[in-house]
């Protein structure tokens, strides 16, 4: 069965490159891991689990779960603030890649970390995408 | 699974995880609805009353900072936080509302001891 993208991979890219120029990046950032984790997100943001909005200067991104968790199908990520980077460095095991980003994005989205533990299938790729990103910022 | 009774493991207020301190009595008010009998001359009638839901005496382990944010983050009239505490067992309550008390920070212990009202009633998620 052919997967069935939303949203045209142009509208994609046209709103990852918003979300990135908003930190004062763009696709030709020297850092490779924030460029595979970027295309590993036009992919979500195609499907429909991830949404950008760009307004002004503030940025939104929110996740739409397939299979949710604890009775939440919609996670909303705030803005990016120094507050939540302190969170992982106080809560998260430094030496595992997985805890810092479930760390942040629980801050982020305002929901307990052990949400995060029990993503499933592409909801868990989405987030772990997410985190990459976030953390990378 | 059965129940195992014992200390908090911990509780999240906004996405943050706060260590909860053992041997203190955390008590959980969940019943959003009270039947009452108001008795009358003749037959007596059942009367409803709804009253707060809410997780009392919890005591969590902060640095001053985290304690500010706690207390900025229930400053924000209109903006409820999602508040949830785990068990000793991996079961989990889940509400959103706001800090109805919020104590004095102990610098000695590095504790504060909070008490969440739900706007409505807390989630309970087996372990």
Redesign the interface.
């Given at each position: 069965m052919a997967i069935e993208y939303k949203i045209s991979e142009e509208s994609a890219k046209a709103s990852i490159g918003a979300f990135l120029e908003s930190y004062d990046l763009s696709w030709e950032d020297s850092r490779l891991f924030l460029q595979i984790a970027c295309t590993d997100l036009i992919r979500f943001v195609r499907l429909g689990r991830v949404e950008i909005e760009v307004e002004n200067d503030t940025v939104k991104v929110s996740q739409n779960l397939r299979y949710p968790v604890f009775d939440v199908s919609r996670l909303e990520y705030g803005e990016l603030i120094g507050d939540h980077k302190r969170v992982v460095s106080k809560n998260a095991n430094p030496d595992s890649l997985t805890d810092r980003q479930f760390v942040l994005l629980a801050a982020m989205a305002k929901e307990d970390v052990k949400l995060f533990y029990k993503l499933r299938k592409s909801d868990l790729s989405a987030a772990e995408t997410l985190g990459t990103i976030f953390l990378s910022l | 699974m059965s129940h195992v009774a014992g200390s908090l493991r911990e509780a999240?207020l906004?996405?943050?995880?706060y260590r909860a301190i053992a041997d203190n009595a955390v008590t959980v008010q969940n019943i959003r609805e009270k039947r009452e009998r108001v008795l009358t001359r003749y037959s007596s009638f059942e009367k409803s009353i709804v009253q707060e839901c809410y997780i009392g005496n919890l005591k969590l382990e902060m640095d001053p900072?985290e304690y500010d944010?706690v207390k900025t983050m229930n400053a924000r009239i209109g903006e409820n936080?999602?508040m949830?505490i785990?068990l000793a067992d991996g079961a989990?309550y889940?509400g959103e509302g706001t800090l109805a008390e919020i104590s004095e920070y102990d610098l000695m212990e590095g504790t504060c001891t909070l008490k969440c009202s739900a706007v409505t009633d807390f989630?309970l998620?087996a372990a």
């Amino acid at each position: 069965m052919a997967i069935e993208y939303k949203i045209s991979e142009e509208s994609a890219k046209a709103s990852i490159g918003a979300f990135l120029e908003s930190y004062d990046l763009s696709w030709e950032d020297s850092r490779l891991f924030l460029q595979i984790a970027c295309t590993d997100l036009i992919r979500f943001v195609r499907l429909g689990r991830v949404e950008i909005e760009v307004e002004n200067d503030t940025v939104k991104v929110s996740q739409n779960l397939r299979y949710p968790v604890f009775d939440v199908s919609r996670l909303e990520y705030g803005e990016l603030i120094g507050d939540h980077k302190r969170v992982v460095s106080k809560n998260a095991n430094p030496d595992s890649l997985t805890d810092r980003q479930f760390v942040l994005l629980a801050a982020m989205a305002k929901e307990d970390v052990k949400l995060f533990y029990k993503l499933r299938k592409s909801d868990l790729s989405a987030a772990e995408t997410l985190g990459t990103i976030f953390l990378s910022l | 699974m059965s129940h195992v009774a014992g200390s908090l493991r911990e509780a999240s207020l906004n996405g943050v995880t706060y260590r909860a301190i053992a041997d203190n009595a955390v008590t959980v008010q969940n019943i959003r609805e009270k039947r009452e009998r108001v008795l009358t001359r003749y037959s007596s009638f059942e009367k409803s009353i709804v009253q707060e839901c809410y997780i009392g005496n919890l005591k969590l382990e902060m640095d001053p900072t985290e304690y500010d944010n706690v207390k900025t983050m229930n400053a924000r009239i209109g903006e409820n936080i999602k508040m949830s505490i785990t068990l000793a067992d991996g079961a989990m309550y889940k509400g959103e509302g706001t800090l109805a008390e919020i104590s004095e920070y102990d610098l000695m212990e590095g504790t504060c001891t909070l008490k969440c009202s739900a706007v409505t009633d807390f989630a309970l998620f087996a372990a």
